[in-house]
């Protein structure tokens, strides 16, 4: 299989210019370009290799001294032309990836806080008030227990398994919203409340791990 297994070009500037490009040599023996030509790119066959050859020598698509040939000057020209596009297509993009790297760095808890959660559930969490929100922290494995007092009557229990990926919590939106719509309901809005006022890097490090690889945890009920 040839290293350079794309057809041949359209034009006979393109074959020529490619050709140069794939053999990484300015100048090269006719039988050489022939070789390449035939054998390496399987563009030709032998015979039309080198009668494609004299036909871009009388055509001065190549200049030719003794036995060996060389792009044009004008082709030349097309070559360099077309190297800095390619320089400049690689700069647009890495430019681009590094744009995208560091809007993701710049990312903060309250992105994530704000994607990982209905609007809803937010505003809802906000009237919890952060006393009301008891936190039990456990590391190797880590595991955050919350118990959120709504009301007197009304107390919720989150546990978060950041190990197993696993949450494991009851009341009237969990799991079906996390495991339909990917967003966490009230009480878990509330935990992350208060986490980032208790351990703010154990909060983002959680919070991150759900955002972006929501697929992969397991929401249960307790
Ligand atoms: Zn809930």
Redesign the pocket.
């Known amino acids: 299989m040839s290293l350079f297994a794309f057809n041949r070009p359209a034009s006979d500037d393109e074959i020529l210019i490619s050709a140069f490009m794939s053999a990484g040599v300015d100048s090269i023996k006719i039988v050489d370009l022939k070789f390449h030509l035939s054998f390496k790119l399987s563009w030709f066959a032998p015979s039309d290799a080198i009668n494609f050859i004299q036909s871009a020598v009388s055509k001065r698509l190549l200049s030719k001294k003794r036995n060996v040939v060389e792009l044009s000057a004008s082709l030349r020209e097309m070559q360099e032309g077309r190297n800095k596009m390619a320089e400049e297509r690689r700069r647009v993009r890495n430019e681009a990836e590094e744009a995208i790297q560091s809007a993701i760095e710049r990312k903060g808890f309250n992105d994530y806080f704000r994607e990982i959660h209905a609007r809803e559930e937010v505003i809802k969490s906000f009237r919890v008030l952060l006393k009301n929100i008891e936190i039990k922290v456990q590391k190797n494995p880590t595991i955050v227990k919350a118990t959120v007092l709504i009301s007197e009557t009304d107390a919720?229990i989150?546990e978060i398994n950041a190990n197993a990926l696993e949450i494991i919590?009851e009341?009237d939106?969990?799991p079906d919203m996390a495991i339909n719509a990917g967003k966490m309901?009230?009480?878990?809005a509330a935990l992350f409340r208060k986490l980032q006022k208790m351990d703010k890097e154990l909060a983002i490090e959680l919070i991150h791990k759900l955002s972006v690889g929501a697929a992969l945890w397991k929401f249960s009920k307790i």
């Open positions: 919720n989150v919590h009341c939106n969990f309901c009230r009480h878990i």
